[in-house]
């Protein structure tokens, strides 16, 4: 089992411009969620997505948005980057929705806005 | 709203040393708490769990107890090695559908 995938592992991109990163989530697994993890934070919550929708939502502005996929992998979209979007971001994947079920992490892509 | 505040580090020990690594939190109703690890080059690793007051989630030597009346999850170890050396997060959810991080606690156990 490869477990969560995201893809690329580094990025670096300039101010203004959109990226866009990948997950693939742990095999089973139909819930996808997004954290964002500056330096020397914890990850804050973006959005999770749920049979193709949006379900939840943290404090983010309109400009990160995202997909979930029929095969339930899932894009993280970053429109019109500012410096303060580099950061670690994180993909954790979970069968469902049910309280307490664990959440598995991927290793995170390392977005640099210059 | 939900947030969790985490013992500040970095924490240095020596290896069969014990650990506790401070947490506490807010939150509306019954939130579930969770201490996660990450080791260096690797991912987010859930390490333990408590769903309710008074219940102990334990994992590999750790152990945490939910305290309602005091809203802690302090984790403890009573020996530490020098394999335990990671960075330790306090998390909460009340859904299970957004977990709340705290800052992280950097973890060095010298031999």
């Known amino acids: 089992d490869a477990g969560v995938t995201q893809s690329p592992t580094h990025l670096i991109k300039t101010r203004g411009q959109q990226v866009t990163l990948r997950c693939s989530p742990k095999s089973g697994h139909d819930t996808v969620s997004w954290y964002q993890q500056a330096l020397g934070q914890g990850p804050q919550f973006i959005f999770q997505y749920y049979e193709e929708e949006e379900r939840q939502r943290g404090n983010f502005p309109d400009r990160f948005s995202g997909h979930q996929f029929p095969n339930y992998s899932s894009e993280l979209n970053v429109n019109a980057l500012l410096l303060g979007d580099s950061a670690l971001y994180l993909c954790?994947?979970?069968?469902?929705?049910?309280?307490?079920?664990?959440?598995?992490f991927g290793q995170g892509t390392r977005l640099t806005v210059v | 709203g939900n947030s969790v505040t985490q013992m500040e580090g970095p924490v240095t020990l020596s290896e069969e040393a014990f650990l506790t690594i401070n947490c506490t939190y807010t939150?509306?109703?019954?939130?579930?708490l969770f201490w996660y690890v990450q080791y260096p080059g690797e991912g987010l690793q859930l390490l333990l769990k408590?769903?309710?007051?008074?219940d102990k989630g334990s994992n590999k030597g750790f152990e945490a107890t939910y305290r309602k009346e005091t809203t802690s999850f302090h984790l403890e170890k009573g020996s530490v090695q020098v394999s335990d050396s990671a960075v330790y997060f306090c998390?909460?959810?009340?859904?299970?559908?957004?977990?709340?991080f705290g800052t992280g606690t950097s973890l060095t156990v010298i031999p």
């Open positions: 954790a994947s979970s069968p469902g929705t049910a309280l307490n079920t664990e959440a598995f």
């Open positions: 939150a509306t109703g019954y939130p579930s």
């Open positions: 408590a769903t309710k007051a008074d």
């Open positions: 998390a909460l959810t009340r859904s299970n559908r957004a977990l709340y």
